[in-house]
């Protein structure tokens, strides 16, 4: 960007006076080389008036469009065409007096207005911008040599910044490219390459730095940040390729390298499902709760009623979306009654149910309220979505619903039972499966985090566990849209891609902090830990309309049994048995379960 600022009287006089230097100086050596440097004494009276009347003439130009509020560290091509416009209506005027008063300068070599009008426009613009050439040049040897991956709008704004900034730390000097028809081409005057040509380019250049313009898979993105960092690359930034400014740069963090981008991803289907809409949310201040109400606030629901029992979690979120037209409920959906009256004051069109305790090793140590919690607390919400009307129920639950070993995973699947099977004249009710989010609150990604900070050592339970991993917007996106296709009693799974070795989890993550030597030490499974998830329970689930979403198929389950049981699990001494009676397929590890914390 060229700035026109007004400076001080100082520096205005000092240009002018340099002009005037400038333009004495170039009337006198278009006078000797009209002349071949042996000017006539005859001729010398023209060249003083010619002096008097054209600078004064050219200075007032200048000034009039506004040359002299430039600042020279920004000067280029659109300034340059204003220094032309400039001379040639100054020199236009100037030879309109002379065709006026022709006796005035006789003899006058006409051609000496051509002449100087060159050497002047040389001159001139040789001086300012010869400020700039000494600023980049200073510049550049702060700056790191650095290489951009991208040809794009991102890449040409990264470059120019980086010719502008005193305070960009990175001087482009060569672009990878994955056109072939660009190869050899230069943008922005830096020389384009192909992505075949990354090794030579790095040694050739001493590249020092690699700033990422393009936009790639999380797939693509590991294995380009493999090769960088075999190449001994250390300093490799991400352009924000999302908002308007792509020089706010980041480090590539586990959260690039393992985020997916459902392709399907139909947000004018969301946006229908949300638009003018109450909706509920429970668990509003949690992680997944908390990301869902920003959704709704983006897809223009009508009102969001947040609720959860955090004080701190509920005060977060409601500051943040206090410009929306958001209530906070601070409450339990344990307490029924409570609950009841929050459905009857807001009458809301849907509820997305996100309030659960999910941690497993608690779960197991805390074995009735989590049974509470997830169980009763669901079933609470289920039946006021019911008996209150609403349109549309959405149950959020987890791939530790397939076939459990623990505690936390045999209450959602009990969720999920009660809500495919419970009566519903007008309510649509839909559970949504899915994975592992990165970086929610009590993940696995910012407890390794926290000991990378540590200095170590990181702990992982087992050598081969393996988790399915998911963004929490794009999962949150997934929930909305899969819930706006449900017609109740849908239990629908999130495509969540290949699972992931937590331990090559740790390893990437202590690469990715720059630390060599940060151990990985092998705590052992914990209670009612698996060592892999599992998303599906029937090779016959159904395909929808969108990829990145199934469905299941259902399990039957008579619902006044499934009440009964729950009654009986509830008022049971033996709670692991009853919980097996109603999932069949929990395998507890009795050995774990039980332990107090």
Request: glycine share 4%; proline share 4%.
């Amino acid at each position: 960007m060229f700035s026109f600022k007004p400076s001080n009287a100082k520096r205005i006089a000092f240009f002018i006076l340099l002009d005037i230097f400038v333009s004495m100086s170039t009337i006198v050596l278009a006078y000797l080389l009209r002349f071949n440097f042996a000017i006539e004494p005859m001729h010398l009276p023209s060249m003083i008036k010619m002096m008097y009347l054209l600078i004064p003439i050219k200075i007032a130009f200048l000034a009039l469009l506004k040359i002299y509020f430039v600042a020279w560290r920004y000067f280029g091509l659109f300034e340059y065409k204003r220094l032309v416009l400039t001379h040639l209506i100054a020199y236009v005027f100037f030879t309109l007096v002379f065709l006026v008063t022709p006796e005035y300068f006789n003899p006058f070599p006409r051609s000496v207005i051509l002449i100087d009008l060159f050497l002047s426009l040389f001159f001139v613009s040789l001086l300012r911008i010869s400020k700039r050439i000494y600023l980049e040049n200073s510049m550049h040897n702060r700056q790191k040599p650095t290489l951009i991956i991208g040809t794009n709008d991102a890449s040409a704004t990264i470059i120019k910044n980086a010719l502008n900034s005193h305070t960009f730390d990175y001087f482009p000097v060569a672009l990878i490219t994955y056109h072939r028809e660009l190869m050899g081409t230069y943008f922005v005057g830096v020389r384009v390459y192909g992505e075949d040509e990354m090794e030579e380019v790095i040694k050739l250049h001493r590249i020092g730095a690699v700033i990422i313009a393009k936009e790639f898979t999380n797939e693509e993105l590991d294995t380009l940040y493999g090769r960088l960092h075999r190449l001994r690359l250390k300093e490799i930034k991400m352009a924000n390729l999302v908002g308007e400014r792509p020089t706010q740069l980041k480090d590539i963090s586990i959260e690039d390298l393992l985020a997916r981008h459902p392709k399907d991803l139909d947000k004018a289907q969301i946006e229908a499902f949300i638009k003018n809409k109450t909706v509920l949310i429970t668990g509003a201040g949690g992680s997944i709760g908390s990301e869902i109400a920003r959704q709704c606030t983006i897809y223009k629901a009508k009102e969001l009623i947040l609720l959860d029992h955090s004080e701190y979690n509920l005060y977060s979120i409601g500051e943040e979306l206090q410009q929306s037209n958001s209530k906070l409920i601070m409450q339990n959906v344990v307490d029924k009654q409570k609950l009841s009256k929050t459905f009857e004051k807001y009458r809301p069109d849907i509820v997305i149910h996100a309030a659960a305790y999910k941690h497993v090793p608690l779960c197991e140590a805390n074995l009735d309220e989590a049974i509470v919690n997830n169980v009763v607390g669901t079933k609470n919400t289920i039946d006021c979505a019911i008996e209150y009307g609403v349109d549309k129920f959405v149950l959020i639950s987890t791939d530790k619903a397939v076939r459990p070993t623990n505690v936390m995973g045999t209450t959602k699947r009990i969720c999920e039972l009660y809500a495919s099977n419970v009566v519903s004249n007008k309510t649509e009710i839909v559970a949504v499966r899915f994975g592992n989010v990165l970086g929610s609150s009590g993940s696995v990604i910012p407890k390794f985090k926290a000991q990378i900070e540590a200095g170590g050592p990181i702990t992982v339970t087992h050598p081969d566990i393996t988790r399915y991993f998911m963004l929490i917007p794009e999962a949150c996106e997934l929930v909305l849209q899969a819930a706006s296709i449900g017609q109740g009693g849908e239990l629908f799974i999130l495509d969540m891609g290949e699972p992931v070795r937590i331990v090559d989890l740790a390893k990437k993550m202590i690469e990715l902090s720059g630390e060599k030597d940060i151990e990985i030490l092998f705590s052992g499974l914990r209670a009612g830990e698996k060592l892999y998830e599992e998303l599906l329970i029937n090779e016959s689930d159904a395909k929808t309309q969108y990829d990145s979403i199934m469905v299941a198929k259902p399990t039957h389950y008579a619902i006044d049994k499934l009440q009964a049981d729950i009654n009986e699990l509830l008022n049971s001494n033996d709670k692991i048995a009853k919980l097996k009676k109603i999932v069949p397929e929990f395998t507890p590890d009795s050995g774990k379960n039980l332990k107090e914390v």
